[in-house]
């Protein structure tokens, strides 16, 4: 149960980092969707290493459709889907097989399994991100089109954006809403690149035309479900919704979203609830920000032990990206469009 | 399936502010668990209202166990745990029955359902919070004795903690650390609630002794699966595990946790992780900070409509709680302890 | 998770025989239904023992609303139906403490769980069954009106019926379905009664006017819910849908139902499938068939062993049904208006 | 959620009779299991066409381990199955993508997805029973060593076996428990292929070795669990626990297991139950009997209607297995396993 993802709309993925292919079943997409490999491909590429400032594993992550669609439509019937891993390199980690490096699951899934796939980080790799990314884009067939979402990387490292542009971060690589920043940013990441060293990131997800309405009470809570899909992705370690941390530092007569009726819309004055009251969409923007550690791999020595309790000291060559950010970002948007094709689907019952 | 909490340890709560009882159904606790109701009513005591800074509300929150337990021990039933609701007011709330109070759930409810409780709230009242603090108690009884779980407000609006000491925490009402600020706090506290208006806080939970191995990769990460069951109590809007949001400025070889082995003890040389690497546990402290936003219910005049659409006014009398901080901080722990009990159990099966 | 029924409309339910109360939670039944206790006591009565040939134990069974119906009208909140136990004599039962009933669920109980309350069957007790039936009568509530659903018994022990009129079952007691059979399978039942033993039942439910497209390829087929829904009644052992265990005997030429066009409207020429194919509702009457074997408490000596392996004679006084099935049948109604409810609610996503 | 199957260990699976693969994901086998492809085979090798009686359809039903297993032992990592599907010839039923076929689920799946593969039965093909078997020979693997499972086939059509010599049973391809049988019986399957009719079956299962305790009360009750997975296998329509429709007709003093203590061993007089109390195992063997319908394809003009509603004439030509039953029983013993896999696991916590 732990490898699946949903209520109704369902994903179940699989694959290790180096094994042959990674995949995942989604169970619960509705029949009638259009469906083609490229739909699904448009979002993989998003994600795809093999650009400048991401890892150079170059992957072509071709997606094919195994079930579940039938001549270009969905079925009903659980759609499979399959990525070959074509470019790893096992000898690269032959050195690693028991030695915990820091910052990663290694330690935990020894002590938790008794045994871990010690080869590029095995099932906890960013490799198994590949599909949240697939499902999402089957999750946004479902909601409807005019939803929007998009996400900025307000602060990478110790850089953080000026002015926030949403459209301008549309249109570079490294999703930097601040044109003065840009330039930068990319000296910025070479430099720790070069110096063998990782740096975190603060991204925030904006998603537009949210219908009224989704989400559940209580438990599943539409900031509650959020916060578990983001925080699921590997490095996140902090979500936060609409005002967020700030709302702790803030007086009621400050933070309430006051309502008003304007040429018969509804207009909330403010949005610090992040589009959710008692966990349910109100219409208004969702605004999720999150935290990503720096990339656990670093060029650097650190002490360490091994599977003996023995001290080691480590330093891990090979590629690895200097920000997980900018991969981070197209797997953000994907779970939450997961959560929301979820709560779509739920909420057509919530009224007899 | 909203209404539900858990995988193996389950629990499922009913009830509304202003109904005749509150309840919740714990399904999947094991056989053979001493349990008395003053167990729960220990835990129970600790988020009452009738105290000073909170709602002057005078409930007596008297838990009765209905089902599960035989000459005091647990026999793998269902256990019902079932309160009486004495003391509400009906009165209080009969002009609010159509229009939307700023920051509260009316809002959402009304869209989704076409019907909301209006009566203090409803289902989306903290009174729900009882019955998580209730299940938790029970989810404690599962987790080996040695666990211990502790919360501090580390903020409060604008004041926040200087020094942090858990043990003073520990004996005032505020869970203020820090014995130069507790005076302060308390005026500070006095201060909103004669003006009306409320105040948001900052909470920092510490669970020590945890063992390693506890938490599911990928989606059910224990990350995930903490985030989830803070962000659905009421009021929280934002989570941070560890390091949280400042690991988004930080370098790897800074955050990444080292590891020694001194006197044959694993040592983790920083914990910036709080406590979870790859989702599983690892043996350290588990830290969870958290922020609630200021009460909802002000005293103080707020732009609002009705459910005709309506510009109106609306100001809240009545009994609220300044912050709700004090009583956020027992319904963490236990919701916490259910997280950590449901993947205690879940454990037992990690290996043949 | 044991104690929960269902996927979308779920119910869970909790209580022993002997405790003070019994109850359930349902978790799922959409806002804006009109909802009172009189309709849910309404098939409560159906099941209620005081009858002159079900157990002589008199309970009232009055159920309460407790949570999630406001103004008559439910709210999308989890509704807690309760039922006080008013007549339960502990007495009855202390001498059975330490010894396993034969046919009863006391051997495993206590092999499972090292524990079982013994007075009157605990959490194994037919007392569970009320809940089920309670559940049910809110699952019709979100079927469409039209649906109908009946039982026949058609075996009682040695007794068959010859003729089968379902109008004549409605308006006896026995739901004998054969007016020249009544009057003995009554005398049968006394005589039984008298002689300290008990009797099995055949018991045939037939469901009208059912949607088609209702039911889940694969693992959720309706058949497939519908076999674990029956099964999980007290002392059912035997389910079978349409012509069943007959299809074993059968050729293809004789129990496909062919199809035809008769006034623009489907007509299968036969219903051996029992209106479900592929696991999926055709529009035809569904029609299940399941055994109940006989009472396990019987006023004889039988042959049993104690908690410390020591054999022993026992025989059971009290009261007691001489057959469990004019209880069962408007338990096996209710669960299949829960099964069909559940999936009424999930096919609203079956195509976008 | 419809394709998956278990709660602790689950599988999903996948693919469509004509696709190119079909495969299932097992979530939830522990780490540490050792785990080859030919383990799987085995099993698989079980149910394969390609001999005499069955469908001539050859498939070499080859299966590949994509993910979860290192080095030759479970990681705890979601285990992906795959097999390829070679010799799927898709000119067979071009002629029948608008015609519901008798008996078959096409009219279900077009009523309620608006649209059905028609090659070869699509999702609803037993071609997925394929991914059944190898999930099932994973669960053996977590199953205690000593538990057998074993299968006969007690009537095919109108003969029944005389003599059940479960042994004999074991060595011959048509599971047929009576010597004197088996010639007439291969006769006889042979006369219906030749005449284009199809024939069902009533086959037993028994389990042997199965621990007391597996199972949970009231609505996962291993009966009810069992009968679940029984009934979700395509063609099967019935299934009786023990002595299943035998008890409606019983008398408790001769249908309750009554329990004596035989050289400090328990032994039950009886099996009535099939080794089966409350729903929980009672240590004695598990008896399941269930029955398969005659397989819809039939070589034989049948009336039907097509998707316009017009009334037709089918004959279904090609490769079809006169009887289910022989390709039934690796897949009923494969469910089974999963079942009691799935309990053996989740019955670890039902004691402290």
Not at 161 to 181: Q, T, V
Not at 205 to 225: E, F, T, W
Request: charged residues 20%.
């Amino acid at each position: 149960m732990t490898n699946r993802f949903g209520k109704i709309f369902t994903f179940t993925s699989w694959g290790e980092s180096h094994g042959n292919k990674i995949g995942c079943v989604i169970d619960g997409a509705p029949a009638q969707i259009k469906l083609t490999e490229s739909d699904i491909q448009y979002y993989l590429d998003q994600r795809r290493p093999g650009q400048k400032l991401t890892s150079p594993r170059n992957e072509a992550d071709k997606v094919t459709i195994e079930s579940g669609v039938f001549n270009g439509i969905t079925t009903g019937a659980p759609i499979s889907l399959i990525i070959e891993n074509n470019n790893h390199q096992t000898k690269d980690y032959s050195d690693l097989k028991d030695v915990f490096r820091p910052g990663h699951a290694d330690f935990t899934y020894y002590h938790k399994y008794g045994i871990w796939d010690y080869r590029g980080g095995g099932r906890a790799s960013a490799r198994e991100t590949a599909m949240r990314v697939a499902a999402g884009a089957i999750a946004r067939k479902i909601l409807p089109n005019n939803i929007k979402i998009d996400t900025i990387i307000e602060q990478i490292g110790s850089l953080k954006a000026g002015n926030i542009d949403w459209e301008f971060a549309k249109n570079n690589i490294m999703r930097c809403p601040d044109k003065e920043s840009l330039h930068s940013w990319q000296e910025y990441l070479e430099q720790i690149k070069e110096s063998g060293d990782s740096v975190g990131a603060i991204l925030q997800v904006r998603i537009q035309n949210v219908p009224i309405g989704l989400g559940s009470p209580v438990y599943n809570k539409l900031d509650a479900n959020i916060a578990s899909a983001i925080m699921s992705i590997n490095a996140v370690k902090a979500v936060e919704i609409g005002d967020g941390f700030l709302l702790g530092k803030s007086y009621g007569s400050a933070s309430n979203d006051q309502i008003s009726i304007d040429d018969d819309k509804i207009r909330f004055h403010s949005n610090s609830s992040g589009g959710i009251l008692g966990g349910i969409s109100n219409g208004d923007d969702i605004i999720v920000r999150f935290a990503v550690k720096p990339t656990s791999s670093i060029n650097k020595p650190q002490h360490t032990i091994n599977t003996n309790y023995e001290a080691k000291t480590i330093q891990i060559t090979g590629r690895h990206d200097p920000c997980v950010a900018l991969r981070a970002a197209p797997v953000a948007e994907a779970m939450l469009a997961c959560v929301l094709a979820d709560h779509y689907l739920l909420n057509k019952n919530s009224k007899i």
